[in-house]
């Protein structure tokens, strides 16, 4: 198992204790992500042998991020990079519509750059879901 070849209940873990704020334990892990222990335990000692975590008397922590293609690390959470253009294009829609309502100045121009930047925002942020969601599948 390599860092290309991490995927499924690995990187679910590894996911897992990534976003965490503590180390966590073998069982805590298991419950949390409702996997069997000793598939969490094959998975943990995978990843230990590999780097990517390592053990502290209370659990295990991250010990080195993994690259994933689309996705950027945000206040150690891993965020697909299409959430972030949905934020874009949704701040741009607010921003045109703020600027349209408060100096009554709203045209057809607007009102489309509005309706663009709208949907922008909603279909990146459904394909964000989607690339998140096809990561630990």
């Known amino acids: 198992m390599s860092n290309d070849e991490l995927k499924g209940v690995a990187l679910r873990i590894y996911f897992h204790i990534l976003s965490a704020r503590e180390p966590l334990g073998i069982r805590d ?8 222990v000793s598939t969490v335990h094959y998975h943990i000692k995978k990843l230990k042998e590999l780097g990517f975590i390592r053990e502290f008397p209370e659990g295990y922590s991250v010990s080195k991020r993994i690259k994933v293609e689309g ?17 874009f294009f949704a701040g741009i829609a607010v921003g045109l519509l703020s600027v349209s309502l ?8 607007r009102l489309i750059a509005v309706i663009s930047a709208t949907i922008s925002s909603v279909l990146t942020a459904f394909e964000a879901h989607i690339v998140r969601k096809n990561l630990f599948s």
């Open 71 to 87: 996705f950027i690390y945000l206040g150690g959470r891993l965020v697909p990079r299409l959430a972030i253009y949905s934020a």
């Open 102 to 109: 408060i100096f009554w100045d709203i045209n057809i121009d």
């Open 29 to 36: 892990i298991a419950r949390e992500l409702g996997i069997p």
